[in-house]
T-cell receptor, first 110, second 113 residues
Framework: RKEVEQDPGPFNVPEGATVAFNCTYS??????FFWYRQDCRKEPKLLMS???SGNEDGRFTAQLNRASQYISLLIRDSKLSDSATYLC???????????FGTGTRLQVTL | DAGITQSPRHKVTETGTPVTLRCHQT?????MYWYRQDPGHGLRLIHY???????DKGEVSDGYSVSRSKTEDFLLTLESATSSQTSVYFC????????????FGPGTRLTVL
């Protein structure tokens, strides 16, 4: 079983749609949680951290459920520019090692 | 922009040759990391450094060595490149005191023929 599991997609949605991605992780000792965005042939870029209380950044909302070891990302009012791969990431340990999911690909269309 | 550069950005080499990739940061962050990214796998940690001359292994360290002789540079060496090391290599720095947030360099695309 992978440490961080994501549905690879692709998710094909029209502009303006709401889309949700889910992620599960296996290490209950994980301490920090993130969503990164990666465009084709580019480096991953931090989208947002994820907190137990849930957090929102504009059109993006992230949720963490520690009991179920589950992380989600909701994107409202999708834009063409949201097309990318979204990486679920968990961190822990003394060196803050990150463990990445394989990513969920989103394609937003006209 | 996290002030991270990687060189070279692209490299084609032959099996058995040594290869060194360089990661350079401008902001004196203590922690630096090397990852590789391959289809079907998430980014996987190769080695990391927590200070000058302080390094440790990651998940996929076999066939790789690293060195950090100054804060700003973290080198990844493939002693004898193999085709299985064809990959995209990303360097990252950890930013923030207690946070785990990492920022990535632009990547090096390495092909071993």
């Amino acid at each position: 079983r992978k440490e961080v599991e994501q549905d690879p997609g692709p998710f094909n949605v029209p502009e303006g749609a709401t889309v949700a991605f889910n992620c599960t992780y296996s290490n209950s000792a994980s301490q920090s949680f993130f969503w990164y965005r990666q465009d084709c042939r580019k480096e991953p870029k931090l989208l947002m951290s994820v907190y137990s209380s849930g957090n929102e950044d504009g059109r993006f909302t992230a949720q963490l459920n520690r009991a179920s070891q589950y992380i989600s990302l909701l994107i409202r009012d999708s834009k063409l520019s949201d097309s990318a791969t979204y990486l679920c990431v968990v961190a822990g340990g003394t060196a803050s090692k990150l463990t990445f999911g394989t990513g969920t690909r989103l394609q937003v269309t006209l | 922009d996290a002030g991270i550069t990687q060189s070279p950005r692209h490299k084609v080499t032959e099996t058995g040759t040594p290869v060194t990739l360089r990661c350079h940061q401008t902001e004196n962050h203590r922690y630096m990391y090397w990852y590789r990214q391959d289809p079907g796998h998430g980014l996987r940690l190769i080695h990391y450094s927590y200070g000058v001359k302080d390094t440790d292994k990651g998940e996929v360290s076999d066939g790789y060595s690293v060195s950090r002789s100054k804060t700003e540079d973290f080198l990844l060496t493939l002693e004898s490149a193999t085709s299985s090391q064809t990959s995209v290599y990303f360097c990252a720095i950890r930013v923030g005191g207690g946070a785990d947030t990492q920022y990535f360099g632009p990547g090096t695309r390495l092909t071993v023929l």
